[in-house]
């Protein structure tokens, strides 16, 4: 168990739709980062956020938005979904944003867009 | 561009049969080199963290090295548990506060 608790562990939803994606990072942990990873993309850098404030962006799209919560924990937000929007949502956190730190991933979120 | 490409795409091994896996990276300036260990429908589980060239880092039936192009994962005697995806990823000095940039990974499948 990595400390990492992400939730729903399943979502199945139609295209069109709005659903929230929800993480709690590890006890101490100041980063929250989501990843998307699909069978054709592989994991793919989204978003981080460190201590509240977005610190770095990856490939998310402009239908995807996230943010941190005073209590550290994070939500993605995703519209409009689309087909291709189906994949597994993978949440990390680490003690800082700083380099080489090691992120610790939750269980992901399997989202299936139909 | 930052790049990590990781071979084989797949491997098969008997149980016992040692091997290695590849990761070779392209990045501007290395901050760090992870390796992690997937199962099929979790979230990838750290092993290792390599900060320069020439360290090594063991753990059971694992042991990790890196040079200046590229790190490998050597399996020793491996057990069908060891059976997973290993994904490699680099931290580049460039692209923002500790984004990870991942291989595509390689599937192991140790059989008895």
């Known amino acids: 168990d990595s400390g990492v608790t992400q939730t729903p562990k399943h979502l199945i939803t139609a295209t069109g739709q709005r659903v929230t994606l929800r993480c709690s990072p590890r006890?101490?942990?100041?980063?929250v980062y989501w990843y998307q990873q699909s069978l054709d993309q592989g994991l793919q850098f989204l978003i981080q956020?460190?201590?509240?404030?977005?610190?770095a962006k990856g490939n998310i799209l402009e239908r995807f938005s996230a943010q941190q919560f005073p209590d550290l924990h994070s939500e993605l937000n995703l519209s409009s979904l689309e087909l291709g929007d189906s994949a597994l949502y993978f949440c990390?956190?680490?003690?800082?944003?700083?380099?080489?730190?090691?992120?610790?991933f939750g269980a992901g979120t399997r989202l299936s867009v139909l | 561009e930052d790049q990590v490409t990781q071979s084989p795409e797949a491997l098969r091994l008997q149980e016992g049969e040692s091997s290695s896996l590849n990761c070779s990276y392209t990045v501007s300036g290395l901050r760090g080199l992870f390796w992690y260990r997937q199962d099929p429908g979790k979230g990838p589980e750290f092993l290792f963290t390599l900060y320069s060239a020439g360290e090594e880092k063991e753990k059971e039936r694992l042991k990790a090295t890196l040079t200046k192009k590229e790190s490998f994962l050597h399996i020793t005697a491996p057990k069908p548990e060891d059976s997973a995806t290993y994904l490699c990823a680099v931290h580049p000095f460039s692209g923002g506060y500790n984004k990870l940039i991942f291989g595509a990974g390689t599937r192991l499948a140790v059989h008895p």
């Open positions: 956020y460190y201590n509240g404030e977005e610190r």
């Open positions: 990390a956190s680490s003690v800082e944003g700083q380099g080489g730190n090691i992120q610790y």
């Open positions: 006890s101490g942990d100041l980063s």
